[in-house]
């Protein structure tokens, strides 16, 4: 279960910067999620998307800006749960080891039962003793979800992570995302088309070339920021 | 570009000077000959190459904290200078040592050393060379950087050490040899003019270093339309 | 404290994935064992003269095999991104390179402990009254190595030519643990074997100063 909604952050980026050599990849990004929100964010390959989520993480360090998380306890670091193409794992532990590992480093309250709860959750109590690298694509993902869930984070990113995914675990994918968004948490995801997922985002943003071109609450809009034609 | 010219001209100026003071104002060493003679240019340019890693260190650690090119371009210019300062310094040792010893090498402590500092820059440079964007380029090396010059006297007092261990002839009379007045005067007068040139030699590889950086921005420009 | 927890449950991790692979542990054994055999074809191993020689060639080993030892400790943490999975998780990066680092000395230990007895049999060695002299220098000797090594391996991770790279940058900074370790090494396996304190302490103060660098240093290695 993800954080409750009074411990869930929002996220702001002021004129954001960010190069790679000659590449913009963020340029003059400015953006305001509040706390509960769920994002879906489109652009074409090379707009900027996943370096915004990395960003938002602290993973990636900015050229230029702030990124600040509004809301929530300001003297602890916020707790960020990150989903993106890689599943973040080691194939060489079992799922569990993988989950027991990641709780005891987030100092995560009853590791054992947590973990045990959230296998539960994902679907994969019958495969605990595997290791990862006997995954499928689907169920590797599914470890990663629980990986970031964890530690209870109080925002959520999530990088395409529909890609590699056959229907069924799509279906399962964007039923656990709608979840999430339900008990309240703040959810930032990029994605690649118009798909299920998308249509649970309550704000839509399109990047293109690092800069958000458009910005829109209404669900109408939602399929043509996805496509593209926006002005 | 006015004063670019005349520090050039200043550097060319002293370093002939200087070379003229060591042949004719120097008087001739008793022991050593005609020979001793490169000490002065020798000897001065090891402290121009020192001086030189230590402004690429205090570059790599302004880099480190403040992340602007410049300190980047300053890094590596001096790492640059300071290499081909230490080369001549390693062509300069076995010159002197080859007369008086008989032999291009003697594993002294100092000369040892600096090779080993010269190959800790090439390094540096070499580094640079394998990381293709400028700012993770910027930022490896100057973390490099900073570990190499750490280990810069950690290298000096180990290799000092394991030399008194296995005594051998010393290059340069060693660390207790006292120098005639004259002498002295011209010694300093050489490293006086050895920094001139060194920062006259960094000047102008910053400015080509800022250079190659302008034109990059420009066909940046040029493409985006 | 959160670092050491931290630290400690990178570690379990480091020697669990470790052991159940052991691709690392035997392929290393093995090539010091190389390096040792190989290496005393250049010179007669069996006169007096190949004590003097023993000490230093086995240092040498061990560091052209900590340099490839050393090479997926963060290569691995990059097949599946698991590297920005640590970041988010701990408080303080510097937990994950003493893990790494603790993790490496002791692989390096290992390394060293097992192949004692077969260096003392092909040189005719003796240091039996010496031992827990010898295991303070090959400790002290790979913590230094592993703090260094460690450092560049997080660097020539992210460049090209990573497998040549490393040693590269690591053999010429290494260059007082190899003087210093292979002096002391030397006093402790002739006739009358007597501990060089003062090389002891180099090492040492070559252990502290650098892992001193990386606490400082270390956060901007894991930057992306």
Request: aromatic fraction near 10%; proline fraction near 4%; charged fraction near 20%.
């Amino acid at each position: 279960m993800p954080a409750p909604p009074e411990r869930s952050i929002g996220l702001q980026f002021d004129q954001v910067e960010k190069r790679y050599g000659a590449v913009y990849a963020l340029r003059n990004l400015t953006l305001k999620v509040a706390a509960g929100e769920c994002v879906a964010i489109a652009g074409r390959n090379g707009s900027g998307k996943t370096t915004l989520l990395r960003v938002a993480a602290k993973l990636v360090r900015a050229g230029r800006g702030t990124i600040s998380y509004t809301g929530g306890a300001s003297n602890c670091r916020p707790t960020i749960g990150f989903v993106a193409h890689a599943t973040m794992v080691y194939d060489e532990l079992t799922a569990e080891e993988n989950l027991l590992f990641f709780a005891k480093l987030q100092n995560v309250e009853n590791p054992t039962k947590r973990v045990a709860g959230l296998l539960g959750e994902v679907g994969l109590e019958d495969r605990k003793d595997s290791l990862v690298r006997t995954f499928s694509r689907g169920m590797r993902q599914r470890v990663a979800i629980a990986r970031a869930l964890l530690a209870q984070p109080s925002l959520l990113l999530f990088d395409e992570p529909g890609t590699g995914l056959d229907a069924e675990s799509g279906a399962w994918l964007t039923g656990h995302i709608g979840k999430l968004r339900d008990s309240g948490c703040t959810i930032v995801m990029s994605l690649h088309g118009e798909s299920e997922t998308a249509r649970l985002a309550t704000r839509a943003i399109r990047l293109e070339a690092g800069s958000v071109i458009a910005d829109t609450r209404h669900g109408a809009m939602f399929q043509a920021i996805f496509a593209g034609a926006v002005n | 570009m006015l004063r670019r010219i005349t520090l050039g001209a200043l550097a060319i100026g002293l370093v002939a000077c200087a070379t003229y003071a060591s042949f004719y104002i120097a008087p001739e060493e008793r022991t050593m000959g005609a020979i001793q003679r490169i000490f002065y240019f020798h000897a001065s340019t090891a402290w121009a190459g020192e001086t030189t890693f230590f402004v690429c260190f205090v570059a790599n650690l302004l880099y480190i904290w403040k992340r602007k090119p410049q300190y980047d371009w300053l890094g590596v210019t001096c790492a640059e200078v300071g290499v081909a300062c230490i080369t001549v310094v390693l062509i300069t040792g076995p010159i002197w040592a080859k007369p008086v010893w008989g032999i291009w090498w003697t594993w002294d402590a100092r000369l040892t050393s600096t090779f080993v500092l010269w190959i800790l820059y090439i390094c540096y440079l070499l580094l640079r060379t394998l990381v293709d964007e400028a700012e993770r380029r910027a930022l490896l090396s100057a973390l490099f950087g900073v570990f190499a010059f750490i280990d810069v006297p950690i290298v000096f007092g180990a290799i000092r050490w394991w030399r008194t261990q296995h005594p051998a002839p010393v290059i340069m009379g060693g660390e207790g040899s006292g120098l005639d007045p004259i002498m002295k005067k011209v010694f300093l007068f050489n490293v006086l003019a050895m920094h001139v040139l060194a920062v006259f030699l960094i000047v102008e590889r910053y400015f080509l270093e800022k250079t190659k950086h302008d034109v990059e921005l420009l066909q940046r420009e040029a493409e985006a339309r | 404290m959160a670092l050491l927890s931290n630290a400690a449950a990178l570690l379990g991790k480091e020697v669990r994935t470790e052991f159940r692979s052991r691709e690392l542990l035997g392929t290393t054994i093995v090539f010091v064992l190389i390096v040792v055999v190989v290496f005393s074809f250049t010179f007669d191993p069996t006169t007096a003269e190949s004590r003097r020689f023993g000490p230093g060639l086995l240092w040498m080993a061990f560091l052209f095999a900590a340099s490839l030892m050393l090479q997926p400790c963060f290569l691995r943490e990059q097949v599946n991104d698991t590297l920005s999975a640590l970041r988010l998780a701990v408080q303080d990066p510097f937990a994950i390179f003493l893990a790494k680092i603790a993790a490496n000395t002791l692989f390096l230990l290992l390394t060293e402990l097992l192949m004692l007895p077969v260096f003392a049999a092909l040189f005719n060695a003796s240091f039996a009254t010496q031992l827990p002299a010898i295991l303070l220098t090959f400790f002290l000797g790979s913590v230094g190595i592993s703090v260094v090594g460690t450092a560049l391996a997080a660097i020539s991770a992210q460049a090209r030519m990573r497998e040549l790279l490393l040693p590269l940058l690591l053999l010429p900074l290494l260059t007082p643990i190899l003087v210093v370790s292979t002096e002391v090494t030397i006093r402790l396996m002739q006739p009358e074997p007597y501990v060089e304190w003062k090389g002891i302490g180099l090492m040492a103060g070559f252990d502290a100063v650098f892992l001193t660098v990386l606490w400082l240093f270390g956060e901007y290695l894991l930057e992306e």
